[in-house]
Nanobody, 121 residues
Framework: QVQLVESGGGLVQPGGSLRLSCAAS????????MGWFRQAPGKEREFVAA???????YYADSVKGRFTISRDNAKNTVYLEMNSLNPEDTAVYYC???????????????WGQGTQVTVSS
């Protein structure tokens, strides 16, 4: 069992930055690939970024160069640093986990409750 809790969402102006956190329970955090997904109203949940359980990261093209995923295994926490935000980034952001090397909305075993990010002037 893994429990995930996101935090750090809020309202930010276009061009601004936010850092999201996802705190995970359990003693096997380092064995999981961790990912961030987002879902806007009326849209499908989409992949944002991932940190592989064996190391390395990968990103959706839409956020590459602007977002950075990182993890602190000692703290059982994964982060998403978001820079140069625009209104199209507005969504509920979800943290997810899987033991696979790739994480998708279909193979993720665990999900957080989500945190709202709103980018607006």
């Amino acid at each position: 069992q893994v429990q995930l809790v996101e935090s750090g969402g809020g309202l930010v102006q276009p061009g601004g930055s936010l850092r999201l956190s996802c705190a995970a329970s359990g003693r096997t955090f380092s064995y999981y690939t961790m990912g961030w997904f987002r879902q806007a109203p009326g849209k499908e949940r989409e992949f944002v970024a991932a940190s592989r359980r064996i190391g390395g990261t990968y990103y959706a093209d839409s956020v590459k160069g602007r977002f950075t995923i990182s993890r602190d295994n000692a703290k059982n926490t994964v982060y998403l640093e978001m820079n140069s935000l625009n209104p199209e980034d507005t969504a509920v952001y979800y943290c997810a986990a899987t033991q696979s090397l790739l994480i998708t909305r279909n193979n993720a075993n665990y999900w957080g409750q989500g945190t709202q990010v709103t980018v607006s002037s």
